[in-house]
Antibody
């Protein structure tokens, strides 16, 4: 069965960095685009970043552009989110999700807390 | 970006009730709309895509209709598992955007 497992969530100080990993299994990873979506009580569900099957197309939400970097390793069935210059407003649960236009499978989430 | 709104924001209902949630879009599109259910402490799960197509293994009490700027999710007979928050999401235009959610709680 399809599984997506996020890791790397932590408490970090403003201005700090964190790298999230999403390990995929149960499907042919390089057949699918992948995304990161975050959720906060205040702003609900917010798409963060997208990466195509080969990694050749990448997009970011304006709120994270220039600070976050998405990447994938199809040999390791993993997608990553490198988060730099973190701000308090980046505090959220971060989900990786498989993209089939809609998001048909989600991980359990990784909690990122940005606080001094 | 296409803005999505949902109504109501909260809905109180009982097991067995028929429940309808409305999702409205700031721009018209055909059917590229999905519905998700999120139980407390869990990730969202896909229920319906293409506005009305029930995902495999999703109970038939869920149904979706609509096109243009107005879409609805109907639960024909609310079950204990459905006391949750429901979200719509458009995938007609990038960035794909979510509605703010409708929380269904116990009356």
């Amino acid at each position: 069965q399809v599984q997506l497992v996020e890791s790397g969530g932590d408490v970090v100080k403003p201005g700090g960095s964190l790298r999230l990993t999403c390990a995929a299994s149960g499907f042919t990873f390089n057949d699918y685009s992948m995304t990161w979506i975050r959720q906060t009580p205040g702003k609900g569900l917010e798409w963060v970043s997208y990466i195509s099957r080969s990694g050749s197309s990448i997009y970011y939400a304006d709120s994270v552009k220039g600070r976050f970097t998405i990447s994938r390793d199809n040999t390791k069935n993993s997608v990553y989110l490198q988060m730099n210059s973190l701000r308090a407003e980046d505090t959220a649960m971060y989900y990786c999700a498989r993209l089939e236009y809609y998001y048909d499978h989600w991980g359990q989430g990784a909690l990122v807390t940005v606080s001094s | 970006d296409i803005q999505m709104t949902q109504s109501p924001s909260t809905l109180s209902a009982s097991v067995g009730d028929r429940v309808t949630i409305t999702c409205r879009a700031s721009q018209s599109f055909t059917s590229r709309l999905a519905w998700y259910r999120q139980k407390p402490g869990k990730a969202p799960e896909l229920l319906i895509y293409e506005a009305s197509v029930l995902r495999s293994a999703v109970p038939s009490r869920f149904s979706g209709t609509g096109s243009g700027t107005e879409f609805t999710l109907t639960i024909s007979s609310l079950q204990p598992d459905d006391f949750a928050t429901f979200y719509c999401q458009q995938y007609d235009s990038f960035p794909f955007t979510f509605g703010p959610g409708t929380k269904v709680d116990i009356k």
